[in-house]
């Protein structure tokens, strides 16, 4: 168990449908990051919250966004849904916003769009 | 611009051959940079840091900066060993910093 738990593990959802994936951050990590996975574009950044703030965006779509909530977890909602959007999500956090320490990454949420 | 490259998308060797997983990176600034490992697509464990100069499960990675490079190395590979890896450069914009991760590698490592 790395210490970043994301829920669920496993969804699938329609085309044209919204979800929510949250993460919970190792004990004592402000940062939060997410990250897209799919076979054709590798591991994608898609945005950082510190502390509550957004800190970096990626190559996140404007059906995206994401918040992060007073006791540091996070949730990134994707909606209008597309089969493009099928991949795993991983969430990873780290104690300050620099990551120079690297990464703990959660489990992955991986979703499947019908 | 930042880039972290991964010229291979598979590498393939026998038990027991040494492995050289390659990667050069661009960035304007002093580089950070990391190895991680991915066993069938689960979650990424951070291998190596340049900064520590540690040696994990047998593998090294030393940075070149003449060269760009961050390669990881193994002298002799297990089965175990087969996995995606991915290299990744720490990158500081606007007083913030993110990963850029590579495309990664895949390590096969026959019997």
């Known amino acids: 168990d790395s210490g970043v738990t994301q829920t669920p593990k496993h969804l699938i959802t329609a085309t044209g449908q919204r979800v929510t994936l949250r993460c919970s951050p190792r004990s004592g990590d402000l940062s939060v990051y997410w990250y897209q996975q799919s076979l054709d574009q590798g591991l994608q950044f898609l945005i950082q919250y510190y502390n509550g703030e957004e800190r970096a965006k990626g190559n996140i779509l404007e059906r995206f966004s994401a918040q992060q909530f007073p006791d540091l977890h996070s949730e990134l909602n994707l909606s209008s849904l597309e089969l493009g959007d099928s991949a795993l999500y991983f969430c990873?956090?780290?104690?300050?916003?620099?990551?120079?320490?690297?990464?703990?990454f959660g489990s992955g949420t991986r979703l499947t769009v019908v | 611009a930042q880039r972290v490259t991964q010229p291979e998308k598979l590498l393939s060797v026998f038990k027991g051959a040494p492995v050289e997983l390659k990667c050069n990176y661009s960035y304007s600034g002093s580089p950070e940079l990391f190895w991680y490992v991915q066993y069938s697509r689960q979650r990424l464990q951070l291998l190596l840091r340049?900064?520590s100069r540690e040696s994990i499960k047998g593998f090294t990675a030393d940075l070149n900066k003449g060269e760009t490079s961050f390669h990881l190395k193994k002298p002799f590979a297990q089965e175990e060993d087969s996995a995606m890896y991915y290299c990744a450069l720490s990158v500081w914009t606007s007083n913030t910093g993110k990963l850029i991760f590579g495309q990664g590698t895949t390590l096969q490592v026959k019997p």
């Open positions: 340049h900064i």
């Open positions: 990873a956090s780290s104690t300050r916003t620099g990551g120079s320490q690297g990464y703990t």
